[in-house]
């Protein structure tokens, strides 16, 4: 109920069903973690996503890439 993200579009946290840019995706990103970066549940949610393993999109400021370097 608290997260920063409630009322954002989910397009910018999960990329597109068609190809993405690099760029696209870089600004999407970007964007989407200027919103989890003023969150007051951020780390809930990154916790979260580490323990489902979740594999797409922004979770707690981090996409799918820097997830799994974390998680091992």
Known sequence: ???????HSAA???APTHF???EARVARERQA???CA????????????LRIHEPHG?????NEVERRAIAG
């Open 33 to 35: 973690k200027a919103v």
């Open 1 to 7: 109920m608290r997260a920063a993200c409630r009322g």
């Open 38 to 49: 003023m969150c007051p549940v951020r780390k809930e949610c990154l916790n979260y996503a």
């Open 20 to 22: 993405e840019r690099k």
């Open 12 to 14: 910018i946290f999960f």
């Open 58 to 62: 922004i979770w707690g400021g981090l």
